[in-house]
């Protein structure tokens, strides 16, 4: 019989595979989780009574936004990383993760929490813990740009400008309505001429407000903009979305938002493992809703089966959100 006391010492694919309690670490970003103490006490006390070992606590710092804690744990041996903060901190827990066999546990905080929320994970925490004790886990692929990764999105024109625009304060009271009132600032801004390359077809030249790279398919407040994009098939959708007025725009958020929809006018959806997107000027860009620096490439590699990740069971299904509470 495995011991929590055996569980810190073996590796995290024997710890995962081995039906025995994991060691585990929690990355917390202290400015976007409140109740701290709360929480860890929470967590240490559901894991104890599963029999597993209490978990290492990580704290994110503006220096290191969960990067480093994250690759610190798996140096550390642990099986399972749960995650407490918003997007960003996910992504950058998810660039110390990307090729381990550490699994991602999100307890979504903060705003956004897109991952969360396409894979069907709950929003309460001791439902988020009882996922990994229930040894729910899938293996999904990851984007990578500069050597940065990102599980849900890449974004490059209005989509990523819309981001760096919505102030954090009005985000935290609104949540997701706070992109709403970004975007109506950018609706007017210039269309960008741009050349879409994808694997080793024909080049795409078109003039779009934005492109946007999926490797699943919703958006803030759950619009599922790419309904066929599959986290876990080697290929990411990508978007681009050419509306040329305010009419374009809501005859093209008509459409997104309509139940079983088809073609939707004035986007066009490519899907392979390697886009090459290059504008004519410098473009805001976008990675899982953290903006990087402004340039008129973005250039996403798809990294099949990059990271594991704790979901509903049953683990077996094809669908990643089967068995949530929260699907649409």
């Given at each position: 019989?495995?011991t ?5 010492t073996?590796p995290?694919?024997?710890?995962r595979?081995?039906?025995?309690p994991?060691r585990?670490?929690v990355i917390?970003?202290p ?7 709360e929480?860890?006490?929470?967590i240490?006390e ?10 290492a606590w ?11 804690q994250?690759?610190?744990?798996v140096?550390?041996?642990?099986a399972?990383v749960?995650?407490?903060g918003?997007?960003g901190?996910v ?7 990307a ?6 546990a999100?307890l979504?905080?903060?705003t956004?929490?897109l991952?969360?929320?396409?894979l ?6 001791i ?6 004790l229930?040894r ?7 984007g990578?740009?500069?050597?940065k990764?990102?599980?849900v999105?890449?974004?490059m024109g209005?989509?990523a400008?819309?981001v760096?625009?919505?102030?954090t ?6 949540g997701?309505?706070a992109?709403?009132?970004s975007?109506?600032?950018?609706l007017n801004?210039?269309e960008m001429k741009v050349e879409?390359q ?19 398919g919703?958006?803030?407040g759950?619009v599922n903009l790419?309904?066929d994009?599959?986290?876990d ?10 509306p040329?007025n305010?009419g374009h725009?809501i005859?093209t958020a ?8 088809n073609?939707v ?5 490519l899907?392979g493992s390697r886009?090459t997107?290059?504008?004519?000027r ?9 903006v990087?620096e402004?340039?008129?490439t973005l250039d996403?590699?798809?990294r099949?089966?990059a990271?594991?990740v704790?979901v509903?069971?049953p683990?077996t299904?094809?669908?990643l959100a089967e068995?949530?509470?929260e699907?649409?």
């Amino acid at each position: 019989m495995t011991t929590p006391q055996d569980a810190t010492t073996q590796p995290a694919a024997e710890q995962r595979d081995g039906g025995g309690p994991l060691r585990t670490a929690v990355i917390v970003n202290p400015n976007r989780v409140e109740g701290l103490d709360e929480l860890r006490a929470g967590i240490t006390e559901q894991l104890a009574e599963a029999g597993w070992p209490e978990p290492a606590w990580l704290e994110t710092t503006a220096e290191d936004p969960g990067t480093g804690q994250a690759e610190q744990a798996v140096e550390d041996g642990a099986a399972v990383v749960f995650v407490a903060g918003g997007d960003g901190t996910v992504r950058a827990c998810i660039d110390g993760l990307a090729g381990t066999e550490t699994a991602l546990a999100i307890l979504p905080g903060g705003t956004g929490n897109l991952l969360a929320t396409n894979l069907g994970v709950p929003t309460d925490t001791i439902e988020g813990v009882q996922l990994a004790l229930d040894r729910g886990r899938r293996v999904v692929d990851l984007g990578e740009v500069e050597g940065k990764t990102f599980a849900v999105m890449a974004g490059m024109g209005l989509d990523a400008a819309m981001v760096d625009d919505a102030p954090t304060k009005l985000k935290a009271v609104l949540g997701p309505v706070a992109y709403v009132f970004s975007a109506l600032k950018h609706l007017n801004d210039a269309e960008m001429k741009v050349e879409v390359q994808v694997d080793d077809y024909p080049v795409l030249r078109r003039r779009a407000r934005t492109v946007i790279v999926g490797n699943v398919g919703r958006l803030q407040g759950g619009v599922n903009l790419l309904p066929d994009a599959e986290p876990d098939n080697g290929q990411m959708d990508v978007a681009v979305l050419a509306p040329r007025n305010l009419g374009h725009w809501i005859q093209t958020a008509f459409h997104v938002l309509r139940p079983g929809r088809n073609k939707v006018p004035n986007m066009e959806v490519l899907r392979g493992s390697r886009i090459t997107v290059t504008s004519d000027r410098p473009q805001p860009r976008q990675l899982d809703g953290d903006v990087i620096e402004e340039s008129a490439t973005l250039d996403v590699t798809v990294r099949p089966d990059a990271l594991w990740v704790c979901v509903y069971q049953p683990d077996t299904s094809e669908d990643l959100a089967e068995g949530s509470t929260e699907q649409d």
